[in-house]
């Protein structure tokens, strides 16, 4: 398994990039997993807006929300929730969130 | 163009580079699209831990580095387990008329999608994979084999090269069986594929982590291959309901768990997750209709996916049995598979052969109930609603395998406006490129062949059934009425940029039903997800 360095700290990943041990996440991480997936410079309140809603909803259900509820919750249009995170809700917000890759015929 | 011939046996011959490369030049053209992804499978970033020498490209990703002695020997154990009646009774029959019948004419190779878009690479034959299996067979298990040798079965090695390299190029053929649609013989060269699969995985442990660990294992274990377990589903199911409510303001219940019923409606988990429009169209339906039916939060009667169906027997069954438990428990009539193509293969045509006489529930896909309730009057429908143009995609596992072709055309002439088919179409359509489990296996660099080969053709007949109407600016919609392909054909039009470019969109077939019933606000949002 591939890995990413930050800190000092060795952080394995998935071949896409997604965090393996999710107990290992932190909001520093996610800002450099931001920085080197999605080139974002600096998150934004309205990127931790997502990031957040994600992570409650994965520690509530054990997954990533749908979509549709990401945007209703959020207020974000489908749209914007790309232009916050280029690789989109799942690639891209999830995978900065800490959430593992989705799985299934989502 | 390369027209190199890989001949079977230099799939046992070590080599550090892929027996076969894609080259842009070398793919099928498709006509309206002028600029597409360049091709980059990135090898080098994979050669070092994983056997990339088939065509450079991963599905599973073996590892470089196995134990070569143990892993023959388990090999030619599968190989007798397939070719045995007490290991193989579900498909022992059908796989030796295949493997003794083919008469090599080749005529099926033409019809094979990958093999053409992929400008006519002879790896991706049907009967290149099937032959091999048949010299095996022939060399270790039959007495003239044994006896002649080569003579009689034609050249193979069976070693750590040709194990690796078979594996994944059983991975390289989606099970469509347009080949066998064609085939004068009637062989299935997708069973060929099938049976590999279940070698490789009951045998050996090979197998795409998407279909196993995250697939039916973690189904059997939380309920669904999506991870989602019986809170995570009611909880969807209320925001479901609610979300019927914002969008045509009506109250509609979606029931839980209600004994004797009328039908038993399970849908693919990832309609749920990606689609909900869907299965809460199915409610809308289903109330206007004064069906009585219902859903189940059990853990896997949520789910209608059975991955087990394209590479291992073992899960497939248990899935069926725990699927039909539920039903039975429920005491419902029948039992409804949703937009899902590989679960109607499963439920609708495996379990036949699968679950015990005294447990059996009459199986149906929503399809033909839909066309049952649309022909009895019981909706009110107006095509005009959907005057957009509207072209079918036909799910293989539906259509060609379960011969389930005319629902849903007399569904979408009472509810549309421009339908247009596909050319071809109904039994010999192609696949989307993402059957068999490839819509949801991303991993390594196996996404750019799905969309670069074995999606190729699908995109060059969504162009051409739009070709009149491309440049105008409406929506274009893909009507495809399985979760997997829906996923692929998403894929294919982000790929491509088919929705910035030309509109086209897509989705099911709930969607188009509910949208034409005119006394309710238009049900289908055309923001492209």
């Not at chain 1, 990127?47 to 929300?65: M, T």
């Not at chain 2, 193979?156 to 390299?165: G, H, P, S, T």
């Not at chain 2, 247009?420 to 949801?440: D, H, L, Q, T, V």
Request: with cysteine; hydrophobic share 35%.
């Amino acid at each position: 398994m591939p890995e990413i360095e930050f800190k000092g700290q060795k952080y394995i990943v998935d071949e896409d990039g997604f965090l393996q041990e999710p107990e290992k996440w932190s909001p520093e991480l996610a800002e450099h997993m931001a920085k080197i997936y999605e080139g974002i410079d600096k998150l934004t309140d309205e990127h931790w807006k997502v990031i957040n809603f994600l992570r409650d909803y994965f520690k509530k259900y054990g997954i990533a929300p749908p979509i549709r509820i990401l945007c209703k919750t959020t207020g974000f249009s489908l749209q914007k929730i790309y232009e916050l995170f280029p690789s989109g809700p799942a690639n891209g917000a999830c995978k900065v969130a800490g959430l593992p890759k989705p799985t299934g015929c989502v | 163009m390369n027209r190199k011939v890989v001949r079977i046996t230099d799939l046992s011959k070590p080599s550090d580079e892929p027996l076969v490369r894609i080259a842009q030049e070398d793919l099928m053209p498709v006509p309206h699209l002028e600029e597409e992804p360049e091709l980059n499978p990135n090898i080098e970033k994979y050669k070092e831990n994983y056997d990339v020498t088939l065509d450079g490209y991963l599905a599973i990703g073996v590892p470089k580095e196995v134990e070569e002695k143990a892993l023959v020997e388990r090999f030619l154990n599968g190989l007798r387990k397939l070719f045995s009646k007490n290991d193989n009774w579900t498909f022992l029959q059908p796989l030796a008329l295949y493997t003794d019948y083919c008469a090599k004419c080749r005529t099926c190779v033409d019809a094979c999608p990958i093999y053409i878009s992929s400008g006519r690479k002879n790896i991706y034959e049907p009967p290149f994979r099937a032959e091999i299996l048949r010299r095996l067979y022939r060399k270790y298990l039959t007495s003239s084999g044994k006896t002649f040798g080569s003579f009689v079965t034609g050249e193979v090695e069976l070693n750590a090269n040709l194990i690796r390299r078979l594996a994944e190029l059983s991975y390289r053929c989606t099970i469509c069986r347009r080949c066998a649609q064609i085939c004068p013989m009637g062989v299935d060269n997708g069973l060929i594929t099938h049976e590999l699969r279940k070698l490789f995985s009951q045998e050996l442990g090979i197998h795409p982590k998407e279909l196993h660990d995250k697939g039916t294992v973690q189904q059997l274990k939380v309920g669904s291959s999506t991870g989602m377990n019986p809170d995570a589903f009611k909880g969807l199911v209320s925001f479901m309901e609610e979300d019927i409510k914002d969008r045509i303001g009506l109250d509609v219940k979606m029931p839980l768990d209600e004994k004797g019923v009328d039908y038993l409606v399970i849908h693919n988990a990832g309609e749920f997750l990606s689609w909900p429009e869907n299965p809460e169209a199915f409610a809308v339906i289903f109330e206007r209709a004064g069906v009585s039916w219902t859903l189940s939060s059990e853990q896997v009667g949520y789910d209608a996916v059975n991955y087990g169906v394209w590479y291992n027997d073992l899960q497939l069954t248990k899935l069926i049995n725990r699927t039909f438990e539920i039903a039975n428990k429920l005491d419902v009539k029948e039992i409804i598979i949703g937009e899902c193509g590989h679960a109607t293969k499963a439920y609708y045509v495996v379990a036949e052969r699968i679950v015990p006489s005294d447990k059996k529930i009459p199986v149906k896909s929503c399809l033909q109930i839909f066309d049952e309730i649309i022909n009895s009057g019981k909706l009110d429908l107006d095509p005009s609603r959907n005057d957009f143009p509207i072209t079918l995609h036909d799910p293989c596992n539906m259509v060609r395998l379960s011969g389930i072709v005319e629902p849903q055309r007399r569904i979408l002439r009472k509810c549309t406006k421009d339908f247009r088919e596909m050319n071809p179409n109904k039994e010999m359509n192609y696949c989307c490129g993402g059957g068999s489990g490839f819509a949801i296996m991303p991993s390594y660099n196996f996404n750019e062949w799905k969309m670069k080969v074995s999606g190729r053709m699908k995109v060059k007949q969504i162009l051409s059934a739009f070709s009149d109407v491309l440049d105008r600016d409406v929506v274009k919609y893909v009507c495809a009425p399985c979760s997997n392909c829906k996923g692929q054909i998403r894929d294919l039009i982000r790929y491509y940029d088919l929705w910035k470019k030309y509109k086209i969109t897509y989705g099911g077939l709930a969607e188009l039903i509910v949208n034409a019933m005119p006394d309710i606000p238009g049900f289908l949002e055309f923001e492209f997800h």
